[in-house]
Nanobody, 124 residues
Framework: VQLQASGGGLVQAGGSLRLSCAAS????????MGWFRQAPGKEREFVAG????????YHADSVKGRFTISRDNAKSTVYMQMNSLKPEDTAVYYC??????????????????WGQGTQVTVSS
């Protein structure tokens, strides 16, 4: 599967962005999807994940209540709505896909495919 992330940009603290990740290839519902982020000098960290049919989601504590992951399998796209953005949310955001997984996965090595990343910059 190929993943194309978009929607990043520059926003002031307190603002909102919606990231999208469009997939091509096999049946999209066969993939567990995740969003990760990596700030300069830091390791890649899990942000949110969603099961193949969307019935299960998990958000990192750092974004819980502010970010929401969702998916539209008819459009082969996963989204992440990001509200109340903070400067510490600044990072490159990556979408990732795991084929034939059950549930949600929070470690990068669990995923099989990665998108190219989209930059999110939050100014104070």
């Amino acid at each position: 599967v190929q993943l194309q992330a978009s929607g990043g940009g520059l926003v002031q603290a307190g603002g909102s962005l919606r990231l999208s990740c469009a997939a091509s290839g096999r049946t999209f519902s066969s993939y567990v999807m995740g969003w990760f982020r990596q700030a300069p000098g830091k390791e890649r960290e899990f942000v949110a994940g969603i099961s193949g049919r969307g019935g299960s989601t998990y958000h990192a504590d750092s974004v819980k209540g502010r970010f929401t992951i969702s998916r539209d399998n008819a459009k082969s796209t996963v989204y992440m709505q990001m509200n109340s953005l903070k400067p510490e949310d600044t990072a490159v955001y990556y979408c990732a896909a795991k084929y034939n997984g059950v549930g949600v996965f929070r470690t990068p090595r669990a995923y099989d495919y990665w998108g190219q990343g989209t930059q999110v910059t939050v100014s104070s």
